[in-house]
């Protein structure tokens, strides 16, 4: 070879990366994603659970390395873990779900205000996120979710209760939008089970007394 070649071959890669083209092909970007959410009424709860003057914070589920991420998480077939191809959730897992226990424990009414756990609560949510991901144990796949929770009192971090909550939807197909509604009818079904459980809670029943 010689060092003409060389030299022009040289010369090409460098105008082509000042130019800003590449051989290679480019990566599609991902279709981000949002939870869809259904509004959680107060009249579905219980009538002893009327407006408390108590103060629940949430924080945010703490989760496993792969749940911590944006990617969105499928299991294909029996212990094989993979995720979704070209789209993610537009913000972590973790945080999506507690946006979404956010916005139900504030339609439930069973509070009187429920926000981040960065302001002042006089009950603290914490959490960890054990499965938020389509599973095909069902065709068309299921969206399954774990949390487990615990209850605390946010001035001396003691914890009052505690549970664990499973909820799975099965999507409609195996297309991807359809699998993010059953995300959303999970996630929505499991912040149900979470508004009832907290309104049997004595630290929250006897707050007005």
Aim: aromatic share 6%; proline share 7%; with cysteine.
């Amino acid at each position: 070879m010689s060092l003409r070649f060389i030299a022009t071959a040289l010369t090409s890669a460098a105008l082509l990366l000042s130019s800003g083209c590449t051989i290679l092909p480019e990566r599609e970007p991902a279709t981000l994603y949002r939870l869809p959410a259904a509004d959680l009424a107060p009249n579905a709860l219980t009538p002893d659970t009327a407006i408390r003057t108590m103060r629940l914070g949430v924080a945010v589920p703490k989760a496993g390395h792969l749940l911590s991420s944006n990617r969105i998480v499928v299991y294909p077939e029996r212990n094989i873990v993979n995720v979704y191809e070209g789209a993610r959730w537009h913000e972590n897992a973790p945080d999506l779900l507690k946006a979404r226990l956010i916005a139900g424990l504030q339609q439930s009414q069973l509070f009187a205000s429920v926000s981040s756990d960065g302001l002042p609560a006089d009950l603290l949510l914490l959490s960890e996120l054990r499965h938020f991901q389509s599973d095909y144990v069902t065709d068309p796949p299921s969206a399954k979710v774990q949390l487990d929770v615990q209850l605390v009192d946010n001035q001396n971090r003691t914890p009052l209760a505690a549970m664990s909550f499973t909820t799975s939807a099965q999507a409609n197909s195996t297309d991807i939008p359809d699998v993010i509604d059953a995300f959303g009818s999970a996630s929505d079904a499991l912040t149900a089970q979470l508004a009832a459980w907290l309104a049997q809670q004595p630290e929250v029943l006897g707050s007005n007394d």
